[in-house]
């Protein structure tokens, strides 16, 4: 069971508004949230002893990764290859009719392929040649905080370990091919990547409930986000690009319901977000990484001034 201390620094991490003078001081293993902190009864691993130890064991991994050196090696079983296998085979069909041009772009850089588990450590060196982000190893779901902190140091935290195979094409918690398939080919494409950064920026001494409006924003951008194409709507979101059904959802609906589309404003009360209960009934949409950009940036100076977060404090980061 999880230590009263341990349980004590996640509720402190909303209210901590202690600013990262660089990445270490960022826990890649404590404030982890949900199943990565102990898988539950609706897990779909919950029953299998195998598969929690096999993620302890790269969750185990992770915890020791030091930032700056090799992200650890993780040599994937042939069970493991065939989930990411099928996950790659059913998502890139999808690709060409529902991705944005970004993602396009960005994809073919990585080589994936369905025969190999792709190493974090190879990936990260891409996204560094590209936009100069980092990927670090985390033991799960980082609290959102951290999470967010994480960003404004160009590092974006993944989890290594895969879903549970009973059912490739759902996982209730990020996994490896959540992050290489939906998070990674976007930030290697500048505008979006200067985008996901400025949330991280905004979030540096955000106090508790504007830190819950940027987990919001976060979720409305970097997880669902739509960008506008022509007279097309194309997803760049990872929760839509890593889901086979919430790509055909977002676009055609089902039966006779459809999802709500809506101009995203930063400053503005941003709806519900659904992680249990289904798809997003509500998506906002973007004209373009660089306005949305522009839109976080006014809302981040405004975070700043009201928190009295000073640019010195900001230069200071490494
Ligand atoms: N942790 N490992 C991991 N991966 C994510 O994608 C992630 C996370 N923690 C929080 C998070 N995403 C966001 O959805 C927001 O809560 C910030
Ligand atoms: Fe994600």
Partial sequence: APSPEKEASKADA???????????????GENILGF??????????????EYKRRRMQIVELAKQHVP?????????TPAETAVWGEVLTKLEKLYPDFACKQFLDTFSLFNFR???????????????????????PVAGLLHPRDFLNGLAFRTFHSTQYIRHGSNPMYTPEPDICHELLGHVP???????????????????GASKEDCWHLTKLYWYTVEFGVIKEGE???AFGAGILSSFGELEWFQHGKGDQRPVFEPLDPFGKLTKMSYKDGFQKKYYVAD?????SAKIKEYATYLHNKNKVTSLDLSILQ
């Fill in 14 to 28: 909303w209210s901590s508004t202690r600013i990262p003078k660089s990445i270490n001081e960022i826990s890649n």
């Fill in 232 to 234: 097309q709507l194309k």
């Fill in 36 to 49: 990565g902190a102990n898988l539950s009864a609706d897990h779909p691993g919950y029953n299998d002893e």
């Fill in 288 to 292: 373009s990484f660089e306005d949305l």
């Fill in 114 to 136: 369905p025969d190999r588990v792709p190493q974090l450590q190879d990936m990260s060196e891409v996204l560094q040649q590209r936009t100069g982000w980092t990927i670090r």
């Fill in 186 to 204: 976007m930030l290697a494409d500048p505008a979006f990547a200067d985008m996901a950064y400025s949330i991280g920026l905004a979030s540096l």
């Fill in 68 to 76: 700056g050196q090799p992200v650890p090696y993780v040599e994937y």
